[in-house]
């Protein structure tokens, strides 16, 4: 079982369904988004913290499996956790689960990229990043 992973909670809106009557598949990267910001200001990295060190992250690539639509009013929770670390990139798993009966309405990946800012290249993810989000299953690579 992971031990570092963040819960962000999330009530489905009417601006978040589709015409086919359930969540629109761009609602769920924003979910993923705001799960992984949340996540990481937990862990004392928010966007004050990566500018101080002139770099931030970007996504690369996002995969998604819809397993069971979601509906207005649905209480969903985001589950997320950094899987892995690469020199310049992390990837970042997430659950998205319907409290009610708990199933996993989606899971999904996202693969993010570490970046200079300046030089617009990707950078060494530094040890204290990789160090705050570890868990007891977080295998690093380099």
Not at 65 to 72: C, G, I, T
Not at 73 to 92: H, I, K, Y
Not at 119 to 128: C, D, G, L, S
Request: hydrophobic share 40%; aromatic share 10%; with cysteine.
């Amino acid at each position: 079982m992971l031990t570092n992973i963040h819960r962000y909670p999330i009530e489905v809106v009417a601006d978040d369904i589709d015409v086919q009557g359930h969540v629109n598949n761009l609602v769920y990267l924003k979910w993923m988004q705001d799960a992984a910001v949340a996540h990481s200001l937990e862990k004392g990295w928010g966007h004050k913290e990566y500018g101080e060190l002139g770099c931030s992250w970007v996504v690369r690539a996002h995969q998604i499996e819809y397993r069971f639509p979601a509906f207005e009013n649905d209480q969903l929770e985001v589950v997320t956790w950094v899987d892995s670390f690469r020199r310049a990139s992390c990837v970042r798993k997430y659950e998205i689960v319907r409290r009610s009966d708990q199933k996993v309405v989606a899971i999904a990946q996202t693969n993010w990229a570490f970046v200079d800012l300046e030089k617009r290249m990707p950078a060494k993810v530094p040890q204290v990043i990789i160090e705050a989000f570890r868990s007891d299953d977080l295998a690093q690579t380099s």
